[in-house]
């Protein structure tokens, strides 16, 4: 049964760093592309990170949206079964649930929730000062 649980939510002040896990089980990482996801209350979920399994045509492949690119870096603990999300430089903009969702397609240059066919609970950022 593939299952993902996210931790590593909390509060931190603007300009602070975070860093999310994504511990897997029931599936490799070798075989299926994590993606990070959030939503703010009263918006959509939107995508954050993504990255393609180890093995394929876009092994490794990561990509980001807009508004973390630069700030944010997705990697991956192939033998920890485990994806890292690091914020830095975090802003009251970057609150909101983070969700990890797997797929055994890429990851994809247009982040998408459509997709992502599994998704953990979520862990709480906070942002404020």
């Known amino acids: 049964q593939l299952q993902v649980v996210e931790s590593g939510g909390g509060l931190v002040q603007p300009g602070g760093s975070l860093r999310l896990s994504c511990a897997t089980s029931?599936?490799?990482?070798?075989?299926?592309?994590i993606g990070w996801f959030r939503q703010a209350p009263g918006k959509e979920r939107e995508g954050v990170a993504c990255i393609s399994s180890t093995r394929g045509r876009d092994a490794g492949f990561s990509n980001y949206g807009v508004s973390v690119k630069g700030r944010f870096t997705i990697s991956g603990d192939n033998a920890g079964n485990t994806v890292y999300l690091q914020m830095n430089s975090l802003k009251p903009d970057d609150a909101g649930v983070y969700y990890c969702?797997?797929?055994?397609?890429?990851?994809?240059?247009?982040?998408?929730?459509?997709?992502?066919?599994?998704w953990g609970r979520g862990t709480q950022v906070t942002v404020s000062s």
């Open positions: 969702a797997v797929t055994n397609g890429p990851c994809s240059v247009v982040l998408t929730t459509l997709e992502y066919d599994f």
């Open positions: 029931g599936f490799t990482l070798d075989d299926y592309s």
